[in-house]
């Protein structure tokens, strides 16, 4: 089971260049088993209202289809989730990346991510 950070996630629509030989060919051969939070869609949302990012249509047409064209699978922020990020090592100050590590560190799955601070917790496996 594999994790999309919000960026891989967008890279993943936007511009594979951006990923490397290994991360390119782990997607291709776990089509079937990638994973999203949820909470990279309000992240992106976000972004997107404040112009920092641009996405080609509404949020909801656009999660929607990636969603579709990737058969990406959807985790909520459930409850454990949101207890176990606030509760992580102060190593990264963003909530929606600590909400992605918890996610991550619940479910034992591993990231796709660029962020070099994720690597500072231990219980997860970051790829890049």
Not at 40 to 59: A, N, R, T, V
Not at 103 to 118: H, L
Request: with cysteine; net charge positive; charged share 25%.
């Amino acid at each position: 089971m594999i994790l999309l950070d919000t960026c891989a996630l967008i890279w993943l629509n936007d511009d594979r260049s951006k990923f490397s030989k290994k991360v390119i060919s782990l997607i291709t051969e776990n089509l079937d088993s990638l994973f999203v939070s949820s909470i990279s869609f309000m992240e992106i949302g976000i972004k997107s209202k404040k112009e920092k990012l641009h996405i080609p249509s509404s949020l909801e047409e656009w999660s929607n289809r990636i969603i579709k064209i990737y058969s990406l699978n959807v985790i909520p922020v459930s409850k454990d989730i949101a207890v176990k990020a606030p509760m992580l090592p102060n190593l990264h100050k963003d909530p929606f990346d600590r909400i992605i590590i918890a996610t991550a560190i619940v479910n034992k799955m591993k990231i796709i991510t660029a962020d070099k601070a994720f690597k500072n917790y231990t219980q997860i496996k970051v790829i890049w």
